[in-house]
Nanobody
Framework: QVQLVESGGGLVQAGGSLRLSCAAS????????MGWFRQAPGREREFVAA????????NYADSVKARFTISRDNAKNTLYLDMNSLKPDDTAVYTC???????????????????WGQGTQVTVSS
């Protein structure tokens, strides 16, 4: 029903920047609250950032506040994650997710998201 495809991952040096994109299928992207999650080897999946369906509010994990920015372009059916001042412990597979919940909320729990992308690898070298 909803397909999400991430791109933009890669290898970057510590202190560098990277932009991740998440392209969503369909014509109803503006109805989805969106989020980014990440999972490093041997660790639990963790919340990174979320945005309401109209982009009016955002929320971030403490570990990425002031460094990452989530945004969306509903006309392009695309979600973004701009990552700055990257650290080696940012290394993980980053996945975008979509919620079909009614309303204008953001969500931090993975259980609040119905659809997930395949993930894109981000590796930050020291």
């Amino acid at each position: 029903q909803v397909q999400l495809v991430e791109s933009g991952g890669g290898l970057v040096q510590a202190g560098g920047s990277l932009r991740l994109s998440c392209a969503a299928s369909g014509r109803t992207f503006s109805l989805y609250a969106m989020g980014w999650f990440r999972q490093a080897p041997g660790r639990e999946r963790e919340f990174v950032a979320a945005i309401t369906r109209n982009g009016g509010a955002t929320n971030y994990a403490d570990s990425v506040k002031a460094r990452f920015t989530i945004s969306r372009d509903n006309a392009k059916n695309t979600l973004y994650l701009d990552m700055n001042s990257l650290k080696p412990d940012d290394t993980a597979v980053y996945t975008c997710a979509a919620s079909l919940a009614v309303g204008n909320s953001y969500f931090r729990r993975s259980s609040d998201y119905a659809y997930w992308g395949q993930g894109t690898q981000v590796t930050v070298s020291s």
